[in-house]
């Protein structure tokens, strides 16, 4: 397994060219995915009654909801001199703008009056519409459709090919915890970040020692060693690729209780930016659904649910495991800052197989997605054929000092 490892890490040193990752560089001209569904707020975010805005996609979106509790949202731009109507004031059913007071239902968008109007001067305000995006509520998120951005406002919200992405839950009975980060990257990194599994001993293993005594694992059960070489299997999937590994259960405890010898952990990566990953253990499961949205070019938000069946009955398991997973969002969010800080100055960029692989697969898709989209055809997954990918994983102990 070392042999296999070492051979890996040499191919790509003695091949520097393949090293190199082919993204859309200059950064500011990397293509956005337009036509897909983004998380625009947390359910519990927006009441009955109130809106707010947010950017998705260099867009400016206003969510919110109306008097009866269904969710809405729009571009937010008023038709008639582009001022954002959440500036605006809103009464559940219709938002009024705060320039001229030109007033729009929510629901449809329609103009329902423009005030300075004098009497016979009927422009038909009813033709006028305020741009309508397709919202979806689902699994704790207002998710809305992010249309292509066309020169001129639509009238109506564009139709998505399918509906909102759907959380896996393996079981009635759960518990869940949403969390949200603001990074100060592009929607690219932000998501490769997700998929990088070299990072974790140097920003996060001296902290995941400390949470798995939190969560009464311990910490050196089975991992004396402080390196380890893991061994994950991909295949492809329609718009992505499937991360799979079944581990045997060590603990002989939670193999009675969860009736099962082995977990399974299989995580996809789907276009545009979202990574699904579910651990399953007999009875047991624990699903986390991480979106990635771009906000600009070059900053980004990462939304997280977490649900999970075990120990239900667990005194502050929610609080206590939401916790953990905001250290290491932290963490994250400063690593990211600080490689935007190199990143400003457009370095040429190297990935190194096989941890590297699913960054470059990323790329791969991405650049195939709009090459199709630009001649006109039918996307075709450059994921082609299962694989398995070896990278070697160290601990904290492995930081100079
Ligand atoms: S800009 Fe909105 S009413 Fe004039
Ligand atoms: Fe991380």
């Given amino acids: 397994m070392a042999a296999a490892v070492e051979s890996s890490v040499e191919t790509a040193l003695v091949e520097p060219a ?188 001296r902290w995941w020692w400390f949470a798995r005594l939190l969560l009464l694992i311990r910490p050196d059960g089975g991992e004396k060693a402080v390196v380890r070489d893991m061994e994950r299997d991909f295949t492809p999937l329609p718009n992505g690729f499937r991360e799979t590994t079944t581990q045997p259960i060590t603990e002989g405890w939670f193999r009675k209780q969860s009736g099962s010898d082995v977990a399974t952990v299989a995580a996809d990566y789907v276009m545009p930016y979202s990574r699904v990953a579910v651990i399953r253990a007999g009875k047991y499961w624990v699903t986390g659904f991480a979106t990635v949205t771009p906000v600009t070019k070059s900053t980004s938000r990462i939304d997280v649910r977490l649900a999970w069946n075990i120990y239900l009955w667990f005194p502050f398991g929610a609080a206590i495991l939401k916790y953990i997973f905001w250290v290491f969002f932290e963490q994250d969010r400063l690593v990211m800052k600080r490689q935007a800080e190199g990143l400003k100055s457009e370095p040429r960029l190297m990935a190194v197989d096989d941890a590297d692989r699913q960054l470059r697969w990323f790329h791969e898709i991405k650049r195939a997605f709009f090459a199709a989209k630009k001649a006109g055809r039918e996307f075709e997954n450059p994921v082609k054929q299962p694989v398995k990918l070896r990278w070697r994983a160290t601990d904290y102990r492995d930081i100079l000092r």
């Fill in 18 to 205: 393949s090293t190199e990752v082919k993204t859309d560089t200059p950064l500011a001209e990397s293509p956005m995915y337009y036509n897909f569904w983004y998380r625009a707020a947390r359910t519990s975010d927006i009441r009955r009654g109130k809106m707010m805005a947010t950017t998705m996609l260099e867009t400016r979106v206003l969510v919110g909801r109306d008097r009866a509790g269904r969710a809405f949202a729009m571009k937010d731009a008023c038709p008639h001199r582009g001022t954002p109507l959440s500036y605006g004031w809103f009464n559940g059913e219709q938002v009024q703008c705060v320039y001229h007071g030109w007033k729009f239902d929510v629901n449809s968008g329609q103009c329902q009056g423009i005030p300075s109007c004098a009497q016979g001067q009927d422009l038909h305000h009813e033709r006028i519409f305020a741009p309508r995006l397709e919202c979806e509520e689902r699994d704790g998120y207002i998710w809305v459709y992010i249309p292509e951005p066309s020169g001129r406002l639509a009238k109506r919200a564009l139709t998505p090919a399918g509906p909102a992405p759907v959380m896996p839950m393996h079981s009635e009975k759960y518990k869940s915890f949403q969390l949200t980060s603001h990074v100060e990257t592009s929607g690219d990194h932000a998501l490769t970040s997700l998929m990088d599994p070299s990072h974790g001993p140097f920003v996060h293993a």
